[in-house]
């Protein structure tokens, strides 16, 4: 079985004297413990290897079948967004000294990891206000759902109310969670764009674990958070918001605004659209829910010299000192995403993400005010931040086919899941030039006047 | 080397930018005008100003207090450290599949859906199942997907089966998924050869047994010789079996999960399929099942529709999404790649190598250390360190001496059944010379162990840093930086 892969080291002459310290023949012999009907005969039915060279050229063309926002302007958004990426974090991620570690285990030689995700924890906390962030979850939408169950297990309650304004997936995975820990999710209902408040304030009782609002929500709308979180108090019930790392440059941090547990997706700052993944989930809680965090916390601590260090902290709470009694199941989570996002958020600065923000904000308020001069009706009731849903007189489907055929990638279809037909949710970036914009209002107006 | 031991933080000064943003070409807008006062921000979140060479010199010195993979040997055991392909990392950034949206009209990703579909037939080939899920993010997300599976099927055939049995071997995440699938975990005893204690089994599955978790080999690096007869105890209670398949690396091509009675199945493509593990993730925990468990498997689907590849929701059984879109797509190109380069005649040559390195460096070690189990270990083995606990020195101190050498230690004090544990995991990519240099270093700590204990008790000498007081860090916890200090 001598080697032609370039993965595999191993010559002739390295398998005869491995073979000969273990005094055996062939390598089959440490196989012989595999009971001979549950091996496999004939080699697996995968296509076979490919050199290099081709492979790469494989890739180019499986690649090309896809229509890519470098090509197409897209104003797609509804939680994945394509905002701008520093060349820095490319390059700072590509560091193998990062990518190809473990979880740091070894701090002695793991400081570079563990202070940047120090450093991550930070700025975290710095935009949510809150006072303590884990080093990342899997994804906005199971962080949301990580945060109900603990809502449920440290209140001792049995049920969780998540507006419908809050992203249909993550209300989706909130389903799923919580059939496994068996507790009771309502939703709340929509006033329009945002939730319906006093609805809410019914729905509230003594078994409410938490009220969950997304912020801006998924139709970009930006919800009191101060009127929620007196309702939510009212009743006891810990408010859990799902926040847009972006937004919180220019909107008043969750933390200052009640919030128990803020979570969400650190995607817009740094990582790629990507498909959908991976992202990277990002969980902020108050002091005293400190103990209750699920996943890896880094902090701070000095050596047998005195010296300043990092290290894995209060592991307690983790899955491979408890078990079956941790607060979580989550083991890897998303470190190099998370490096990535502390990356884009150091490169843009205290300045730079309210710049982008900022920007965010005026390119949607500019579409939105292009398409009602236009008599295209924009529905949100409440101030939006770089999304907003219009609504067309023709299928949305449609009219993203046109838009494709002018070279752009329309918006989100309200119909599937909201029954808004005719409803598209967009998203407008720092990305999208002004050219792009009012070509998008051009092609919509000759759609409505063809 | 001067030391850097400064924080981004620290080197901020007001008015520095690290990058530059366009301006507006659109009419300005004043927050004010749109948003009452109470929701605006008026303390502005204290990111750090540094410009762009300072960003890349501190992150290069962070880089340079960190191992990785590609500065030396990482035999940590149960995670599979090898090497992590190049080519992989370009592809996984090609523009077609880095700067595409997850909701975009699927004619307009089909290379992305071509790609994720053939994984998909790819994986299910590999551990002899018949459909594969791509969504979980991690392995741990893998297993409370099956087992939320497990939970729907039996559910579904009107049967309240609430536990789940694993074995005391078994990596913490199982149980801790049962729990977060809401059932009860129950603890099976390994045995003197460290296997599954086929009468301590029998003793504990019954009607009430939904599933039985368990890792082949298992993660003492032995082949459950008995797998069959466990898996038929188990199925003849009713009960299904679910196979961890974290470390995969030893069986490609050499059997599957399918073949040893297996109905579920969880990959980590950042361990056996070569996706980088990022200093902790992102991974992918890819599940495939048998045949009866497919109308459970998550929505959406990726499924190929005459010549189209479409994503499909309705599947009324489906436990629903379980994570947001459809998993970790990077990370699925990059272990797609991985796969193409290997083919079938090299991921076999993959787990034959790993097999026979880890036995290799066992056999070498065997004089110095306690070698709990004699059977020919998988892709790991493990080691105790009890004979040098007697004279008063630690696995733990053991690890930190390797630091010293250059090398990642092994896992330590994992699995829990084994005393002073040692988790040792060479991986088929390491030469020979490299575990030939790791062992020399091992045995030179078990010198030093009997002839100057201190050396490796007061280790590491040569780190950037010493021992770091870890009870300190969680009875006073300084989890992020703040100015006043
Ligand atoms: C045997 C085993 N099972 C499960 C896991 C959990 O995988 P992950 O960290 O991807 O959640 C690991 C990895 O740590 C493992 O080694």
Not at chain 1, 99 to 107: G, H, S
Not at chain 2, 132 to 151: R, Y
Not at chain 2, 179 to 201: H, M, Q, Y
Not at chain 2, 291 to 302: A, T
Request: proline share 6%; hydrophobic share 35%.
């Amino acid at each position: 079985m001598t080697s032609t892969y370039r993965y595999l080291p191993d010559t002739k002459q390295d398998q005869e004297e491995m073979l000969a310290l273990l005094t055996i023949s062939s390598v089959d012999e440490l196989f012989e413990d595999v009971p001979k009907e549950i091996r496999l005969d004939g080699e697996l039915n995968i296509p076979n290897a490919v050199p290099e060279p081709l492979l790469v050229k494989k890739m180019h063309q499986l690649s090309s079948q896809n229509k890519h926002a470098n090509h197409y302007p897209i104003f797609l958004g509804a939680g994945t967004y394509d905002h701008y990426i520093p060349s820095v974090v490319n390059h700072v991620i590509s560091r193998s000294e990062f990518y190809t570690a473990y979880t740091p285990y070894q701090p002695e030689i793991s400081q570079g990891e563990l202070q940047a995700i120090f450093e991550f924890q930070t700025m975290v906390c710095e935009l949510t206000g809150m006072d303590v962030a884990n080093s990342s979850m899997y994804d906005g939408p199971t962080s949301l759902a990580e945060a109900a169950s603990l809502a449920i297990t440290s209140t001792r309650r049995s049920k969780v109310i998540v507006s419908k304004s809050v992203h249909p997936e993550s209300r989706a995975i909130l389903n799923t969670v919580s059939g496994g820990l068996e507790y009771t999710v309502e939703e709340a209902a929509l006033d329009g764009d945002i939730t319906d408040l006093e609805k809410l304030q019914e729905q509230m009782d003594q078994d409410t674990a938490a009220v969950i609002v997304q912020y801006p929500n998924f139709f970009g709308s930006i919800e009191d958070l101060t009127k929620i979180k007196t309702i939510s108090e009212e009743k006891g019930a810990l408010f859990i918001v799902s926040a847009n790392p972006l937004a919180l440059a220019l909107l008043e941090a969750p933390g200052k605004l009640g919030a128990d547990i803020v979570i969400g997706d650190m995607q817009p700052l740094g990582i790629p659209m990507s498909f959908g993944g991976p992202h990277c989930g990002y969980f902020a809680v108050k002091k005293k829910m400190m103990r209750k965090v699920p996943g890896r916390i880094v902090g701070q601590t000095t050596d047998d010299q005195g010296k300043r260090g990092f290290v894995l902290t209060l592991q307690a709470r983790e899955q491979h000192i408890r078990r079956d009694k941790a607060s979580s199941n989550i083991c890897s989570n998303q470190a190099l995403n998370a490096l990535a996002s502390a990356v884009c958020m150091a490169s843009l600065g205290k300045e730079g993400i309210r710049q982008m923000a900022q920007l965010n904000i005026e390119k949607a308020d500019y579409m939105a005010k292009c398409l009602q001069k236009k008599g295209f009706n924009v529905k949100n009731k409440a101030p939006f931040f770089n999304e907003f849903i219009v609504e067309f007189p023709l299928p949305v489907k449609e009219v993203n086919g046109k838009l494709l055929e002018a070279g752009m990638i329309g918006g989100f279809d309200l119909g599937n899941d909201y029954r808004l037909e005719n409803e598209m949710l967009i998203a407008v970036t720092e990305q999208r030039t002004k050219e792009e914009i009012d070509q998008f209002v051009k092609v919509l107006e000759a759609m409505k006047n063809g | 080397m001067v030391e850097y031991n400064e924080l981004i933080f620290e080197m901020s000064r007001q008015g520095r930018i690290g990058s530059s943003l366009p301006e507006s070409d659109v009419d300005k807008v004043d927050l004010h005008d749109k948003l009452p006062a109470h929701l605006i921000r008026d303390m502005p979140a204290e990111l750090p100003e540094v410009s762009e060479l300072q960003l890349i010199r501190h992150y290069t010195a962070l880089s340079n207090k960190n191992h990785g993979i590609d500065n030396g040997f990482y035999p940590l055991g149960s995670c599979t450290m090898k090497y992590n392909p190049k080519i992989n990392e370009d592809v996984a950034r090609f523009e077609g599949f880095s700067r595409i949206h997850p909701y975009q009209p699927v004619e307009t990703v089909q290379g992305a859906l071509k790609l994720l579909h053939e994984l998909q037939e790819d994986l299910a080939e590999v551990t002899g199942m018949d459909a594969v899920t791509l969504q979980p993010s991690a392995g741990a997300q893998g297993e409370w997907t099956g087992l939320m599976m497990v939970k729907a099927y039996f559910e579904q055939k009107g049967e309240k089966r609430i536990k789940v049995l694993v074995p005391d071997s078994a990596h913490g995440t199982n149980p801790a998924s049962a729990t977060v699938a809401g059932f009860k975990t129950v603890t099976i005893p390994s045995n003197e050869d460290g296997l599954v204690d086929l009468a301590e089994l029998k003793k504990h599955v019954g009607h009430d047994t939904a599933a039985l978790m368990l890792t082949n080999p298992n993660t003492l690096g032995l082949f459950e010789k008995d797998i069959v007869d466990i898996a038929k105890v188990v199925h003849e209670a009713g009960g299904l079996l679910y196979y961890d398949g974290a470390n995969a690396n030893a069986i490609l091509g050499k059997t599957t999960p399918g073949n040893m009675g297996f109905d579920i199945v969880h990959l980590n493509l950042h361990k056996t399929f070569t996706t980088p593990h990022g200093g902790g993730g992102p991974g992918a925990g890819p599940v495939g099942v048998k045949e009866k468990l497919i109308p459970y498997l998550p929505v959406p689907r990726i499924e190929k529709e005459n010549d189209q590849y479409v994503l499909n929701s309705h599947h009324p059984l489906s436990i629903g999404r379980v994570k947001g879109y459809y998993g970790n797509f990077g990370i699925l190109v990059r272990a797609y790649t991985y796969i193409r380069t290997m083919g079938p005649v090299g991921l076999r040559q993959v787990s034959e190598s790993a097999v026979l390195h880890a036995n290799y460096l066992r056999k070498k070690l065997e004089p110095y250390f306690e070698s709990p189990y004699s059977q020919y270990c998988k892709h790991e083995f493990v080691l105790s360190g009890s004979r040098q606990k007697k004279l008063g020195v630690r696995t733990l101190d053991m690890a930190k001496r390797l630091l010293d050498f250059g090398y990642h230690p092994p896992t330590i004090y994992f699995p829990l059944n084994v005393e002073e544990c040692m988790m040792i995991e060479p991986t088929e990519t390491e030469s020979k010379e490299t575990m030939d240099a790791f062992a020399e270093a091992m045995i030179q700590i078990a010198k030093e162990v009997e002839e100057n204990p201190d050396v490796v008790l007061e280790a590491p000498h040569t780190t950037i840093i010493g021992r770091l007081d870890e009870v300190q860090a969680a009875r006073q916890p300084i989890l992020r930086y703040s100015k006043e200090e």
